[in-house]
């Protein structure tokens, strides 16, 4: 069955410093589609970043950045420059035939 | 189009009784999926249609859940004889044709069943 994990429930990271949130997943899949979806308090879900998996180049969109390693399965997602606004619970997710399937989640606390 | 909706925001029932959700989709959007979230935990996938097609229904959704998309529009989805164990954000979800997609989620009905 296809896993996606994130091992980190919590972290926190001061204003303006850099944190990376780690995710493995599990595939028996070429070809596939990897996100990172931000959910703040309260609020929905939103993209932050797509990685495909037949491009070796890694993703980037402005401060978020990932590290895609393909033979390890690992999908790391990096926020530099940390604001206050990037508190939120963040999903790492691997596309499955169309579904997402959702690891369990990095609730992340940025400090002043 | 401001994004996909959801309504009813909020849903208190008694254990038993039947609830029914709607979800408004993008309107240019072929996919709309359902996700179940629990509180700590990452959504986990119900069921996706594309277009008026249901495609897939996941082994979490018993014979009490039944979802439509009439029309290839709006979804509902319905659950019969509710549990306390149906406690749990519903996220509604709609993308373009291909798995590439970016899927667009709703801010969710939440149901608690007493």
């Known amino acids: 069955a296809q896993t996606v994990t994130q091992s980190q429930p919590e972290m926190s990271v001061q204003e303006a410093e850099t944190v990376t949130l780690s995710c493995t997943y599990d595939?028996?899949?070429?070809?596939?589609?990897l996100f990172w979806y931000k959910q703040p308090p309260s609020r929905q879900m939103i993209l932050v970043i797509r990685?495909?998996?037949?491009?070796?180049q890694n993703a980037t969109e402005n401060r978020f950045s990932v590290n895609f390693q393909k033979a390890a399965k690992s999908f790391s997602l990096k926020i530099s420059d940390s604001q206050l606004g990037d508190t939120a619970m963040y999903f790492c997710?691997?596309?499955?035939?169309?579904?997402?399937?959702f690891g369990q989640g990095t609730e992340l606390s940025v400090k002043p | 189009d401001t994004g996909v909706s959801q309504n009813p925001r909020h849903k208190i029932t008694k254990r038993g009784q039947n609830v029914t959700f709607r979800c408004d989709p993008i309107?240019?959007?072929?996919?709309l999926y359902w996700y179940r979230q629990t509180l700590g935990q990452g959504p986990e996938f119900l069921t996706y249609?594309?277009?008026?097609?249901?495609?897939?229904k996941s082994r979490l959704l018993s014979d009490r859940f039944s979802a439509e998309r009439p029309k290839g529009s709006f979804s509902t989805l319905e659950i019969q004889r509710t549990e306390q164990g149906d406690s749990a954000m519903y996220l509604c979800?709609?993308?373009?044709?291909?798995?590439?997609?970016?899927?667009?989620f709703g801010p969710g009905t939440r149901l608690t069943v007493l």
């Open positions: 979800a709609s993308s373009f044709l291909t798995n590439r997609d970016e899927q667009f």
């Open positions: 595939t028996s899949e070429n070809n596939y589609y």
């Open positions: 990685q495909e998996a037949y491009k070796q």
């Open positions: 997710a691997y596309n499955q035939g169309g579904k997402l399937i």
């Open positions: 309107s240019e959007h072929n996919r």
């Open positions: 249609f594309q277009n008026e097609a249901q495609l897939e």
